[in-house]
């Protein structure tokens, strides 16, 4: 993950959205490498994380570099749900949910992308397939459908979060990015909370 100025924008064959919190970069991915992840940008971030890391002989800090590609793979679907929410949601509990998800996932973004421009981190431009595919479904829903499903989907989704992030904190070898995770758990456990309790207002 040591010392590149720049970080590479993976955009994934065949992905369908444009990201929120895409890039500039010096360079981009080989196009061969791309053409071989025709299903996952995340995946492709990943693999060109690795042959980064064995080129510098970095490998140790191979599964920072696999937290910050779903750290940030994670944080576009927060904005782009949350941004579907304020437009498709009815609760009011909802509706402000879903602006702090886009407030302070756009904020955490920017600072991990930040961390990644300092290193040979490459973070995906676009959602990988499963998400994107999650987005859509969601995207489908009628307004009285929506708010149940996306608070669902939110309680969940943050559980795993915090799970993914506080090991990353307890367990992480690059210090930039332990520092990131360790910092964002509160964070997380505060959206936990709202999300349950959004979840419990749209219940009665």
Do not use: R, W
């Not at 895409?22 to 940008?41: E, L, P, V, W």
């Amino acid at each position: 993950m040591k010392y590149i100025s720049k970080f590479l924008s993976v955009i994934a064959m065949g992905a369908a959205l444009a990201s929120c919190s895409g890039n500039g970069s010096k360079g981009t991915a080989d196009t061969d490498s791309a053409a071989m992840y025709n299903s996952s940008s995340t995946d492709a971030a990943i693999d060109s994380n690795e042959k980064a890391l064995k080129a510098q002989d970095s490998t140790e800090v191979l599964d920072d570099t696999k937290f910050a590609v779903m750290a940030a793979n994670g944080g576009m679907m927060e904005v782009q749900l949350g941004k579907l929410a304020l437009s498709k949601g009815s609760s009011p509990k909802v509706l402000e949910f879903a602006k702090m998800m886009v407030d302070d996932h756009s904020k955490a973004n920017k600072e991990l992308m930040g961390i990644a421009g300092t290193k040979t981190i490459t973070l995906p431009a676009i959602l990988d397939n499963k998400t994107q595919k999650d987005y859509d479904d969601m995207a489908k829903l009628n307004k009285a459908e929506f708010d149940k499903a996306y608070t669902d989907y939110m309680v969940k989704d943050h559980k795993e979060d915090i799970e993914e992030f506080q090991k990353e904190a307890d367990k992480g070898k690059d210090a930039e990015l332990k520092a990131f995770a360790a910092k964002t758990v509160p964070v997380l456990k505060h959206h936990l909370e709202m999300a349950q309790q959004a979840n419990d207002a749209v219940k009665k």
